[in-house]
């Protein structure tokens, strides 16, 4: 519990730092907006390149890791969106943005850490494997579906259109897709552009949680708390015991097992309101559940952490 609590408290006083800031008056709207501005169309594209470029899958690599996290994340987004949608009665924009809070795990901002810190740094290579894939997968669903809601009435063969152009107009997706250029081409990148890219990855982390903070005391759970409730559930809940079972059935090997499950067991992600503010959609929604779900994550991570071999 002690190294839940030391990965997981100061991601909390970062944000923290920045709803007091917002909530003393000492930092603007208008900066969070382009502090939020800056990290999700700048610093952390270049942290998602970055990412991929250096990404080497080893020749131990089982793809049964990637159907037992993905088949976990797809439930959680269709259990999310209908959810919202005949549940809770929201629109169907709404309801993909609410239907993505279930879909994006926090895989590096904690998913990498805990497993660290509980296995060590050997056992991350699943962990890896899982988060090359993470937003590329996540956002190909997410802006699909999202697209494909806001396009009723418009002709069937300008929706794959309008679906690239979005695609190709999100930061983290070029981000990721240079990246992948980037590893497959063995591109070499000189030391001082390197060294600039990473003094931008360094800030990409700490500026969007301290950012958050600000958005958090903007969109203040107000009759959300039902819906808010449920994204808890299906992501802390849902996603891992799916992981689990799939897991379990492919025989995934021990370390593989574990990377798998621990990181489907994460809160939803930054991304999950990224994305809600790329749509303008179900905001106070999404930055509500990032808090209280990472909150309640000490708990369910721990129990997770228990029942793993």
């Known amino acids: 519990m002690q190294a839940l609590l030391d990965v997981i408290l100061p991601v909390f006083l970062v944000i923290g730092a920045g709803y007091g800031a917002v909530w003393r008056g000492w930092f603007s709207d208008s900066a969070v907006d382009g502090l939020m501005s800056f990290t999700q169309n700048f610093a952390i594209p270049c ?90 997968f996540c956002y190909a669903i997410g802006i699909t579906a999202m697209e494909l809601v806001r396009a009723r009435g418009t002709p069937s063969r300008q929706v794959p259109g309008k679906i690239a152009r979005a695609m190709f107009k999100n930061a983290l997706v070029i981000g ?8 497959i081409t063995d591109l070499h990148i000189p030391g001082p552009i390197s060294d600039a890219l990473d003094m931008m990855i360094r800030a990409a982390l700490p500026a969007a949680l301290f950012g958050m903070g600000g958005v958090l005391f903007r969109y203040r759970p107000q009759g959300d708390s039902r819906v808010i409730a449920y994204i808890c559930v299906v992501t802390l809940v849902l996603h891992p015991t799916i992981t689990w079972t799939l897991g379990t059935v492919t025989n995934l090997s021990t370390a593989s097992f574990r990377s798998a499950v621990l990181t489907a067991a ?22 509500s559940a990032v808090l209280i779900a990472t909150a309640l994550s000490v708990l369910t991570v721990w129990v997770w952490l228990s029942l793993l071999p």
């Not at 994006?104 to 988060?131: C, K, M």
Request: net charge neutral; proline share 4%.
């Open 266 to 287: 994460m809160a939803p992600g930054i991304n999950a309101y990224v994305f809600a503010n790329m749509y303008g959609r179900a905001k106070r929604v999404a930055a």
């Open 47 to 136: 942290l998602l390149f970055r990412a991929i470029w250096t990404l080497e899958i080893g020749p131990d690599f089982d793809p049964f890791v990637l159907l037992s996290f993905y088949t976990g994340s797809v439930t959680g987004f269709f259990a999310g969106l209908l959810g919202a949608r005949y549940f809770f009665n929201r629109d169907w924009e709404d309801a993909v943005a609410i239907g993505f809070c279930c879909l994006f795990a926090n895989s590096v901002l904690i998913g990498l850490p805990i497993t660290e810190r509980a296995y060590g740094a050997d056992a991350l290579q699943a962990n890896y494997v899982i988060v090359a894939f993470h937003s590329p």
């Open 176 to 183: 990721i897709t240079l990246g992948a250029i980037a590893n």
